[in-house]
């Protein structure tokens, strides 16, 4: 099939690129002591000449003690690492092209496996670490709104720096996820609740201070997911109506773009219909929505770092679906990690250039 409806441009509110291919978020961790340096600068670049149409970060952790489980994760706060950003999105925009920080914070994680911990416990809604127990603390109301408050100060440097959007990181059992998940949020107050409508609570404040923060012309994309990295077959919301009291609140709040995360984009979300879950979140809110999981390889994300190697493989059913209208733009994860120039030889049908994707890739900024 022809790639060429990928490359009609996109626009909303003052987001501009030109074309449908977003660089998905993947973590590289190449930022000593959460400073991006020059090196940061130049991988973001090389994929800015790939033609990317929109590059979304690495996740980048908001101003708290122990938003990071990772000494190597880049901040998005503190003089020397929003220089280093300003240095980024410079080199990018030089490159004619546009992009956002993937905004973050953890929660309640594993202790890293150097030793490095935090200087204060991790914390989350309840202090769980699912499904291992208790790893942090729980957050008192107070130290939500800090936290809220975070979020908004980072999305404001962010348009204060020259970034076209932002992206809220609210998937893979991080922070705001710990809140959707009934085993990570068992809180009596507002912020928990026995169903997902009621758990959306927190993530609908974010929202809410994060526009308030940016304006109402400035584009805000979340990235979502179902599954949790220790449960791949998890799901948050079972149908389309509890998927439906899920996505409508954050969308009233300000979401504008749902970035959809699932390991393989051509399952189906529920039974009885082949939508995946940014056809669903389409379908539902009338939102624009970004797909994302396995496109382009053979093999999941998750067989990397089990380092497994994957091949190229064909795109026809991703545009099918896009053509059928299911979905808005596509995130192109480690097909782009391991050829910066994976966009320009998909345009020009240089099918035989494409590389494969090995786990050598992670090992260097390239």
Not at 141 to 165: P, W
Not at 193 to 204: K, L, N, P, Q, S
Not at 209 to 238: C, M, W
Not at 304 to 329: I, Q, T
Request: hydrophobic fraction near 40%; aromatic fraction near 10%.
């Amino acid at each position: 099939m022809s790639a060429n409806n990928l490359f009609q441009p996109f626009q909303l509110k003052t987001l501009n690129i030109k074309n449908r291919i977003v660089m998905a978020p993947m973590t590289r961790a190449f930022s000593p002591n959460g400073i991006p340096g020059q090196n940061v600068a130049d991988y973001y670049k090389r994929r800015a000449e790939g033609q990317v149409g929109l590059i979304l970060s690495e996740g980048t952790v908001i101003d708290r003690p122990s938003s990071s489980a990772d000494p190597n994760i880049p901040h998005f706060y503190g003089t020397e690492a929003l220089n280093g950003w300003k240095r980024v999105i410079d080199e990018v925009h030089a490159a004619g092209g546009a992009m956002g920080p993937q905004i973050w914070h953890q929660g309640i994680q594993a202790n890293n496996h150097s030793g490095w911990l935090p200087s204060t416990p991790f914390e989350g809604p309840s202090g769980i670490l699912a499904p291992d127990g208790v790893n942090g603390n729980a957050l008192t109301e107070s130290e939500i709104a800090d936290v809220i408050k975070a979020f908004a100060q980072a999305a404001a440097d962010a348009k204060r720096l020259g970034f076209e959007t932002i992206e809220l990181h609210g998937a893979h059992a991080y922070l705001i996820d710990q809140f959707f998940y009934a085993l990570t949020n068992k809180r009596t107050d507002k912020y928990g609740g026995a169903t997902i409508g009621d758990r959306t609570r927190f993530a609908v404040d974010v929202i809410k201070e994060v526009r308030k923060a940016v304006g109402e012309d400035y584009p805000i994309i979340i990235r979502l997911s179902q599954f949790k990295p220790t449960e791949y077959n998890h799901k948050l919301a079972t149908t389309p109506a509890e998927m439906e009291t899920w996505l409508t609140p954050m969308a009233d709040a300000g979401i504008d773009i749902f970035h959809c995360s699932q390991r393989r984009f051509w399952e189906p979300e529920f039974e009885g219909d082949d939508l995946n879950f940014a056809g669903w979140a389409k379908k539902l809110t009338g939102k624009p929505t970004i797909t994302v999981g396995s496109i382009g390889l053979s093999g999941d994300f998750m067989g990397a770092f089990r380092g497994e190697s994957s091949s190229p493989s064909s795109l026809d059913e991703l545009l099918r679906r896009f053509d059928r209208g299911d979905f808005d733009l596509v995130a192109v994860g480690r097909p782009l990690l391991a050829d910066s120039n994976w966009v320009v030889k998909i345009k020009e049908e240089r099918n035989d250039e494409l590389k494969g994707f090995s786990k050598e890739a992670l090992a260097t900024l390239f």
